[in-house]
């Protein structure tokens, strides 16, 4: 192993010792440019005619309409639909967010493609700022942290929660009551990091609770051994 994937690697290690007394939240991203903007509100996903609230609100109330066809969710809260179209890929204005800083790790490096120096977003939190039951298109000012119930299969696995962003447009430097901090992955680091995460159990079988990410992990193991 190369002493700059040692250095990498460990630092990470030392880094997350120190915030783990439950107060801290991560979020892994592959592309240490990239903000913190949920997908709803990205240019490259709403097309030429840009975001507007109208239209998302059109995008959600079809999936909500459609989805019970394939999930059981006359029961469910709007932001149960909310969550469960974020996990399912729907453009929404939420940002995932995990307890586990090594699930933060893994999609910050899973994508074998994306060769640029990664980012772990690390945010710390009073446990009155972590809202539950929230309207999600409310008038908050400000992007909130929620955790919602555990309706999908992937939420669990991923030790999940949200930022919910009121204009997902605007990037999000979040601020009090937030402590924010960030750890970049060296593009090059980003091999051993992942055989390190799967060999401590972290890869896209565990999070992604389905067949396709069992297939993925089979298929990496496969072309990497």
């Known amino acids: 192993m190369a002493a700059l994937v040692d250095l990498a690697w460990m630092e990470f290690i030392e880094l997350v010792a120190g915030k783990s007394d439950g107060s801290w939240v991560f979020r892994g991203q592959g592309n240490q440019s990239w903000s913190l903007r949920p997908k709803v509100g990205r240019a490259d996903v709403c097309g030429k005619a840009g975001y507007r609230q109208a239209d998302e609100r059109i995008l959600f109330d079809n999936f909500k309409r459609e989805s019970p066809r394939y999930e059981r969710g006359h029961e469910f809260e709007p932001m149960d639909w909310l969550a469960l179209a974020q996990h399912h890929g729907l453009p929404t204005r939420l940002l995932d967010w995990t307890t586990n800083p090594l699930t933060a790790a893994w999609f910050a490096v899973c994508d074998e493609a994306e060769t640029a120096d990664g980012v772990i977003h690390m945010i710390r939190y009073a446990a009155h700022s972590?809202?539950?039951?929230?309207?999600?298109?409310?008038?908050?000012?400000?992007?909130?942290?929620?955790?919602?119930?555990?309706?999908?299969?992937?939420v669990t696995a991923q030790q999940g929660l949200f930022s919910l962003h009121p204009d997902p447009v605007q990037d999000w430097l979040p601020s009090a009551p937030f402590a924010h901090a960030t750890l970049s992955i060296p593009g090059g680091s980003k091999p051993e990091f992942r055989t390190l995460l799967h060999l401590f159990g972290v890869n896209s079988s565990r999070l992604m609770g389905d067949l396709d990410g069992l297939c993925k992990t089979l298929q990496w193991e496969y072309r990497t051994r």
Do not use: H, K, M
């Open 130 to 154: 972590l809202v539950a039951g929230v309207d999600p298109f409310g008038s908050n000012p400000t992007p909130i942290l929620t955790r919602v119930p555990s309706l999908a299969a992937r």
